[in-house]
C-alpha cells in the first residue's frame, strides 16, 4: 500500500550516498578556496605588500587601506567565487549551504589571522572593523560573481 507523500522506492544507503556527495561537494570547494586564498594571499605579500613597505609595515590608514586591505578584498573575492563555482549543482541548489560552502574558507581565515593578531601592537579597532568589512564584502562580492555567472550560464 503506497503512502501519501511518498517519494516512491529508494534503495538501502541512497541517502547515505546523497549524504556522502554533499561532504564531498564541501571538501571540493573548501579545498579550491583554500588553494586560490593561498595562492592570492602570497602574491599579495610577495609583490606588493613586501616590496613597497618593508619591515615597517604601512605608516598612515591610506596605505593600509591600499595595500593591505584592499587587496585582501580581492583575495576574499576571488577565494569565495572560486569557491562557489566548483560546488556542483544539485547540492549549490541549497541557499545555506551554498554559502557555507562558498563563505566558509574566508570566514575560517579570518579567525585565525585574528586569533593571531589579536594580542600584537597595532592592532586597534578600526584594523578590526576594516578586516571584517573586507571579509563581509569579498563574500557578498564572490557570491555575487557566482550568482552571475550561474545565472548567465542558465540562459
Known amino acids: 500500500m503506497a503512502r501519501y507523500g511518498s517519494t516512491g522506492y529508494r534503495p538501502a544507503g541512497a541517502e547515505r550516498g546523497e549524504r556522502s556527495a554533499g561532504v564531498f561537494a564541501f571538501i571540493r570547494a573548501w579545498a579550491v578556496g583554500i588553494l586560490v586564498l593561498l595562492i592570492t594571499e602570497y602574491i599579495q605579500m610577495n609583490a606588493l605588500y613586501g616590496p613597497v613597505t618593508g619591515d615597517k609595515g604601512p605608516e598612515s590608514f591610506g596605505s593600509a587601506l591600499l595595500l593591505v586591505h584592499l587587496p585582501n578584498l580581492v583575495c576574499v573575492t576571488l577565494a569565495t567565487w572560486a569557491a562557489a563555482t566548483v560546488h556542483p549543482e544539485p547540492q549549490s541548489e541549497r541557499p545555506l549551504q551554498h554559502a557555507v560552502a562558498a563563505c566558509a574558507v574566508p570566514v575560517a581565515a579570518q579567525f585565525l589571522s585574528l586569533s593571531v593578531l589579536w594580542g600584537r601592537p597595532g592592532f ?9 568589512g573586507v571579509l563581509l564584502a569579498g563574500c557578498a562580492l564572490g557570491w555575487t560573481a557566482d550568482k552571475l555567472r550561474r545565472d548567465r550560464s542558465e540562459d
Open 124 to 132: 586597534d579597532a578600526l584594523g578590526l572593523w576594516l578586516s571584517n
